[in-house]
């Protein structure tokens, strides 16, 4: 158990400034995520355009675990399709569980998260922001079919 | 000051406490273990898992059911836990004392059993707003079912209930008053005595969630002067799924059963049942007969080392890791009563209550960090979650110096 894996430089300068943070009004999409056991809480805007995802803002507060992941996967996923957010989920969701090797060269920055695998308990944390993300994309979805 | 040393109690040994609870020799992480979560759950001493070894190894059977030796020796068990029980809290009769799982339990019995007898639209149920959610949601639920009203007396900036404003809050429709006698996040001792006594004048009958109380105290339900008492055995180095509920006789005799099946009847046909007496009406089910002979043992467990003894040890402890955690740069206790029992509560500047506790855990400590299930309380201090250490009979100032060595480490990591 390596505390400096979980709490890598990058993790720690994400939680002190996390980028992306406020609200954008107006939003093509939002999603509250809340995790109750630990009273995180965690506000998501979007803009889309068409199928890309071109701005995002989160608010909201936790832990370092979640307040960087969040800032992190603003980095990330900002101005990609929703097919590539899709994929890069499930990419960043097999790191945090340690489950089959992931490409460190897709993730980027994510990989920094890469030490929460060895803490079951806190991957909770550093999955909420991205459950939001598909929240939000999923209620964008919907209105953007009947319109 | 100059105390005579003839009255001076004996000093509490803590290394021979520490040596009856088999847990606290492992380790977490390399690290030997130091376990500051009592107020979660405590942990067992050895005469407890004995017990509990020796009533499934030689005495199991179901209990008020057999005329078999097994049977009528694993009543006798059962039932004489009960009667330690009894005495442990100074109740009357064993017939005021109703096993169930825990407080959550107790309190959800008093609620529906006693609360749906006796609430109706525009009644109010008065409790605090430093509550545990297991005296708010019952209540909340209870209300809903009645059209009766949840009101919540206030509590100052140091976590003390205000007690004027608690006055204010009774009126001519209060019909109940549930309050903590300790509060699990903060620590603060209620007045307990008072807020029955000012019930008691306007003839309003008082539950205690005494939960986090009966571990660091001596209980006295006579002297409390209270209707109605619940609390955990897992608190207070017993097992878990057992727990007590303590009721006035008469309140409870006046109560219906709240579940129904067997033990809570003495004759059942098809269209109607007789139910059973006190306290069994109250038992439906077979009950957690080594649970209870656990607990039993558990008190009889704490009466051996002297409530006043451990109360007396853990309040320095409570002092030392007070004053040596606000001492430290960034730390806010939260919750300076004056009257605490062995929990404090912080939170650290710029840094989650949860990061603290992972780089504790880390070290081998084991704190609860989160809003300990009394989020009203966290929200009147505007805060997500606290860090919370709480402290047993076994815990010793080496524990102390650790939790400030990590609370340390842990601003170093975070800069």
């Known amino acids: 158990m390596d505390l400096k894996e979980l709490y890598r430089e990058v993790i ?6 996390p ?98 695998a060895e803490f079951p308990a806190r991957v909770k944390c550093a999955s909420l922001c991205w459950h939001t993300l598909n929240a939000a994309l999923a209620q964008k979805h919907a209105p953007v079919t009947t319109e | 000051m100059n105390a005579s040393p003839a009255v001076l109690s004996p000093p509490y040994d803590v290394a021979r406490v520490r040596a009856d609870f088999p847990i606290l020799a492992r380790s977490i992480h390399g690290k030997p273990l130091v376990y500051l979560d009592s107020a979660a759950s405590s942990q067992r001493p050895l005469a407890v898992l004995r017990a509990v070894e020796h009533y499934e190894t030689t005495l199991h059977a179901n209990v008020h059911r057999g005329v078999h030796s097994l049977s009528q020796w694993a009543t006798e068990a059962y039932e004489r836990s009960r009667e330690t029980v009894r005495r442990f809290i100074n109740a009357r009769s064993s017939r005021e004392i109703v096993f169930v799982r825990g407080t959550t339990e107790a309190i959800n019995l008093v609620a529906n059993s006693w609360g749906r007898g006796h609430l109706t639209a525009g009644d109010e149920v008065l409790i605090t707003h430093l509550e545990h959610h297991a005296n708010i949601v019952p209540w909340q639920m209870v209300c809903a079912a009645t059209g009766a009203r949840l009101r919540a007396a206030p509590v100052t900036a140091a976590g003390e209930l205000d007690l004027d404003a608690f006055r204010q809050l009774l009126s001519a429709r209060t019909r109940l008053i549930a309050v903590a006698h300790v509060s699990n996040a903060l620590g603060t001792v209620l007045p307990v005595q008072e807020i029955a006594r000012i019930a008691h004048a306007q003839g309003i009958p008082v539950l205690l969630d005494g939960a986090q109380a009966v571990p660091h105290a001596a209980v006295d339900v006579r002297a409390l002067d209270c209707d109605f008492y619940a609390f955990s055995g897992h608190k207070v180095y017993g097992p878990t799924g057992i727990g007590v509920l303590y009721g006035r006789e008469s309140l409870l005799a006046a109560m219906p059963p709240w579940q129904g099946g067997g033990e809570m009847i003495l004759s059942v046909s098809i269209e109607a049942s007789t139910y059973n007496e006190l306290p069994w009406k109250f038992e439906a089910g077979t009950p957690n007969i080594s649970g209870a002979i656990g607990l039993g043992a558990a008190l009889e467990y704490v009466e051996s080392l002297g409530r006043e003894a451990i109360a007396a040890h853990e309040h320095g402890l409570l002092e030392l890791a007070s004053q040596s955690l606000a001492a430290l740069p960034g730390v806010r206790l939260v919750g300076t009563a004056a009257g605490k029992a062995a929990v404090v509560s912080f939170t650290m500047k710029g840094i989650h209550p949860h990061d603290i506790g992972t780089i504790l855990d880390s070290e081998g400590i084991a704190i609860r960090t989160g809003h300990h299930c009394a989020m009203p309380i966290m929200q009147f201090y505007g805060l997500p979650a606290t860090a919370r250490a709480s402290f047993g009979c076994y815990n010793d100032t080496q524990d102390v110096e650790r939790l400030i060595q990590g609370v340390r480490k842990v601003r170093e990591l975070f800069g």
């Open chain 1, 12 to 17: 720690l300068d994400h939680n002190r400034s």
């Open chain 1, 19 to 116: 980028r992306n943070f406020g609200r954008l009004d107006p939003a093509d999409a939002s999603a509250a995520g809340r995790n109750p056991l630990c009273g995180d809480v965690l506000d998501l805007t979007l803009r889309m355009d068409g199928d890309r995802l071109t701005d995002l803002r989160f608010e909201g507060q936790g832990c370092a675990i979640s307040m960087a992941s969040a800032s992190l996967m603003g980095e990330a996923v900002k101005g990609r399709r929703r097919d590539e957010i899709e994929r890069l989920y499930a990419d960043v969701h097999a790191l945090l569980t340690g489950g089959e090797s992931v490409d460190a060269q897709q993730l980027g920055k994510l990989a920094a998260l890469g030490g929460v």
